[in-house]
């Protein structure tokens, strides 16, 4: 996974965090942390606009074939 794609992650991590607060107590904590509040503050959109950029990069990681099980080859049987 490159520094992209674990940026991305984080992003999407708080971003799910954040619908969580959302959905549980009417609570969105990127504006009122960013935004005053406002679900319309300049950085608080910001901040939404990446995590949704986020969430397409880490998209693409979920039909990414799997590193690990990639390299590995099927046993030669001998005929």
Do not use: H
Not at 1 to 13: A, E, Y
Not at 37 to 57: C, D, M, N
Request: proline residues 3%.
């Amino acid at each position: 996974m490159n520094t992209l794609q674990r940026i991305s992650l984080l992003l999407v991590i708080i971003g799910a965090v954040n619908w969580g607060l959302v959905g549980l107590f009417q609570f969105d904590l990127v504006a009122a942390l960013f935004g005053g509040g406002e679900q319309s503050g300049a950085f608080a959109r910001i901040i939404y606009t990446l995590v949704g950029i986020s969430g397409l990069i880490c998209l693409s990681m979920l039909f990414k074939p799997d590193e690990q099980f990639a390299d590995k080859r099927e046993p030669e049987t001998e005929r």
